[in-house]
């Protein structure tokens, strides 16, 4: 036996109703892709690192040899909180993360 095949548009199909098809609207996911790229500035200091986002001299800051030891990852992902907030800081948090610990690793 042969399976019954429908004929269908790209719009409306025969065997469902008349009306056309329409999926529902929904905002379009945030996509870590989409966001701006940020390079970090980092540079070694006798008590810890300062760190700063290129061309955005406002958010230099010294993070501490404590706060370092303590978790590298923190210190990384609070950072990104403060400057970036706290949806958009996977990738970067990472990123920063993985800076901090290999300026750590030259000293």
């Known amino acids: ?14 065997s469902a ?16 892709s989409t966001f701006p790229r940020a390079r970090f500035l980092i540079e070694r200091a ?5 760190v700063a ?4 001299p406002e958010t230099e800051e010294k993070i501490s040899a404590k706060q370092l030891a303590d978790s590298v990852w923190r210190a990384a992902r609070d950072y990104c ?10 990738g970067r948090c990472r990123g920063l993360g993985l ?3 290999a300026a750590l690793a030259d000293k």
């Open 1 to 14: 036996m042969r399976p019954h095949i429908v004929s269908c548009t790209a719009v409306v199909c025969s």
């Open 17 to 32: 109703s008349t009306a056309p098809f329409r999926s529902p609207v929904l905002p379009e996911p945030l996509h870590p």
């Open 46 to 50: 006798k008590d810890g690192l300062n």
């Open 53 to 56: 986002i290129a061309g955005r």
């Open 81 to 90: 909180a403060r400057h970036f907030g706290d949806e958009v800081t996977g």
């Open 99 to 101: 800076r901090f610990q």
